[in-house]
């Protein structure tokens, strides 16, 4: 088995520490564990010792001790690009190899927020109003006059809130400001309104052909003066933040979250492990979904190795489930 991690991204810092905890919770006596890291030097498997060779590209094959290794399945653990954008799995369904994670065009697809919020919409979730600025075709920042503040400004491509800002008033000067910083890293740009609520995000995944919801983990930041505090890159890995799991929510609150996550599961067609991001409304008694992780984190602290603690199931247990739904699914696919 390859446990993949790294990537060409700023994300590549939390895969590190994510295919970390994964190799420390596998089960040895089912998996043999290769390390493989995707990153600018290359592909490249990784000894135990920290040894590093090159893989050929061709099959994703290495020659160790004098012996071809073949991979029998990916277990994905690359946030961002190439891996969570859909790259890698088409590159894993051209030669044949199962991984764990959603396939290409429903990873393209979610790692697009433009497409994710009109996909979810259309299944009939609900999504905050937003605006889409392309850096290639020019824009017009008094567009976003009509807009109800706050709004977040954030890359359209991408996830771990990178390069995420909150505006609190129509400031052409700092929404400049903030798309630059934004354009950096992507050449679309999402300009969302805020919606005041309840932070809540909840997993799910297919085993033996079943879909779980895991239970909702909630969010709580620390108060403010004046309101700009929210679940950025800083505060998702300092240990700034109150994560609750399970979230002290109604059967009613969990029902929308748990219905919308569904939904939005089926209707996009993903596979492996997700972790779906909402805002709940109590007011209007409204879920808005954020955005869909299909490689969400897997360190120790993350959200999903809370959240199968918090159902009984062992951890090592989930990643078994995981590889071997992959496998099963390969398997089912290359029958027909």
Not at 208 to 230: F, K, N, R
Not at 279 to 288: F, L, S
Request: proline fraction near 3%; include cysteine.
């Amino acid at each position: 088995m390859a446990l993949i991690t790294g990537g060409l991204s700023g994300e590549a810092e939390i895969s590190y520490k994510s295919a970390a905890n994964v190799a420390a919770q596998l089960d040895r006596e089912k998996f043999d564990c290769y390390l493989v890291d995707i990153c600018k030097e290359g592909w490249l498997y990784v000894s135990e010792d920290g040894h590093r060779q090159q893989l050929d590209r061709s099959d994703f094959s290495m020659v160790l001790h004098d012996k071809k290794i073949k991979f029998d399945v990916a277990l994905m653990c690359l946030h961002g690009t190439p891996g969570e954008d859909g790259k890698l799995p088409g590159y894993f369904d051209m030669i044949g190899l199962p991984y764990t994670c959603c396939d290409a065009a429903t990873s393209a697809i979610t790692f697009n927020k433009k497409f994710t919020v009109a996909l979810a919409a259309y299944y009939g979730v609900h999504v905050a109003q937003s605006r889409m600025f392309s850096r290639k075709k020019g824009f017009d920042i008094t567009e976003l006059k009509a807009l109800q503040y706050p709004v977040f400004i954030k890359p359209n491509n991408g996830g771990s809130s990178l390069a995420t800002f909150k505006v609190l008033a129509y400031d052409e000067s700092l929404i400049h400001t903030h798309l630059e910083k934004a354009f950096a890293v992507d050449d679309e740009v999402m300009i969302e309104e805020f919606i005041r609520g309840r932070e809540l995000t909840v997993g799910v995944y297919m085993s033996q052909g079943e879909i779980i919801v895991l239970p909702i983990s909630e969010v709580v930041m620390p108060a403010t003066v004046d309101g700009t505090q929210y679940f950025d890159f800083e505060a998702k890995y300092s240990g700034k933040t109150t994560e609750i799991t399970p979230a002290d929510v109604t059967e009613d609150i969990k029902q929308k979250i748990n219905d919308a996550a569904l939904r939005l599961y089926k209707g996009l067609n993903c596979s492996g492990v997700v972790r779906i991001d909402f805002i709940y409304q109590e007011e209007e008694g409204k879920a808005y979904m954020l955005e869909i992780n299909t490689v969400p984190g897997q360190t120790d602290t993350s959200f999903i190795p809370q959240q199968v603690r918090a159902s009984g199931r062992s951890v090592t247990g989930f990643y078994t489930a995981l590889i071997e739904e992959a496998l099963r699914l390969h398997s089912a696919n290359t029958k027909n």
